[in-house]
């Protein structure tokens, strides 16, 4: 199987905030949906907080953000994924196709895979890959 190479990436954050290699800034929706869109990280986390407001919810709210990337031609979410003995994959196995791009949801986090790299502030791999969302 093969694993996911890893990219450290702050999807934008060092742009605006001093203090980018705070690992517990809680921004892992808006890094997560700058990487998969291509926006600028300050562009994605205004219109979170749009579409949070206009639903009275938080913007890192899974409803919140799933609106965010239907808007911008992902799929609605997606079911986990698991392999023989019904074992979900881990986010570094996660079978991708590497013309497409995922938003993957673990245990209280959201990363991205896009073009077969995995993109965050650091390195969720082993961890389980829940629902997603694909482009």
């Given at each position: 199987?093969?694993?996911?190479?890893?990219?450290?990436s702050?999807?934008?954050?060092?742009?605006?905030?001093?203090?980018?290699?705070?690992?517990?800034a809680?921004d892992?929706?808006?890094?997560?949906c700058?990487?998969?869109?291509?926006?600028?990280?300050f562009?994605?986390?205004?219109?979170?907080?749009?579409?949070g407001?206009?639903?009275?919810?938080?913007?890192?709210?899974?409803?919140?953000?799933e609106?965010?990337l239907?808007?911008?031609?992902?799929?609605?979410?997606?079911?986990p994924?698991?392999r023989?003995g019904?074992?979900?994959?881990?986010?570094?196995?996660?079978p991708?196709d590497?013309?497409?791009?995922?938003?993957?949801h673990?245990?209280?986090?959201?990363?991205?895979i896009?073009?077969?790299?995995?993109?965050d502030?650091?390195?969720?791999?082993?961890?389980?890959?829940?629902?997603?969302?694909?482009?």
């Amino acid at each position: 199987m093969k694993t996911i190479e890893y990219l450290k990436s702050y999807g934008g954050r060092e742009k605006y905030f001093q203090r980018v290699k705070d690992l517990r800034a809680g921004d892992c929706v808006v890094r997560a949906c700058a990487h998969a869109t291509g926006l600028e990280y300050f562009q994605v986390m205004q219109r979170l907080f749009e579409i949070g407001l206009e639903m009275k919810m938080m913007p890192n709210d899974e409803r919140v953000y799933e609106v965010f990337l239907v808007e911008n031609g992902f799929s609605r979410r997606q079911s986990p994924l698991k392999r023989n003995g019904n074992k979900r994959y881990k986010v570094k196995e996660f079978p991708v196709d590497e013309s497409k791009v995922y938003v993957i949801h673990t245990s209280r986090h959201l990363t991205c895979i896009d073009q077969g790299l995995h993109k965050d502030s650091w390195n969720c791999g082993p961890w389980a890959a829940q629902s997603y969302y694909v482009k």
